[in-house]
């Protein structure tokens, strides 16, 4: 069974930076793509950005091109999303995931992702 635990969550300032990590255990995950998304209360869970398994092609939203960057480190089967210039806008529970196809992600099939985590809070103060 795969487990996905985030860390690095917290309450900074606009314009600080967060590095939230996801660390995978169960099985190796370099066949899969990775994928963070975020929740507020009362909102849908919503696409941030994606990893593809191969060649490391990257997806971000629109509202965090240039300031967030997604990346993996498969020797120790675990994603990273680099957050920097954080506005109070990107306030957010953050959940990283992992599924086999990055279609998935493409498509935004949120529904279709294999694996979740249990989410790491951002708190962005203006």
């Known amino acids: 069974q795969v487990q996905l635990v985030e860390s690095g969550g917290g309450a900074v300032q606009a314009g600080e930076s967060l590095r939230l990590s996801c660390a995978a255990s169960?099985?190796?995950?370099?066949?899969?793509?990775w994928g963070w998304f975020r929740q507020t209360p009362g909102k849908e869970r919503e696409f941030v950005a994606a990893?593809?398994?191969?060649?490391?092609?990257?997806r971000y939203a629109d509202s965090v091109k240039g300031r967030f960057a997604v990346s993996r480190d498969n020797t120790k089967n675990t994603a990273y999303l680099q957050m920097n210039s954080l506005e109070s806008g990107d306030t957010a529970k953050y959940y990283c995931?992992?599924?086999?196809?990055?279609?998935?992600?493409?498509?935004?099939?949120?529904?279709?992702?294999?694996?979740w985590g249990q989410g790491t809070q951002v708190t962005v103060a203006s």
């Open positions: 169960g099985r190796p995950l370099n066949a899969y793509s």
């Open positions: 995931s992992a599924d086999l196809n990055y279609r998935t992600y493409v498509r935004g099939d949120t529904y279709r992702v294999q694996y």
């Open positions: 990893i593809s398994d191969r060649d490391s092609l990257t």
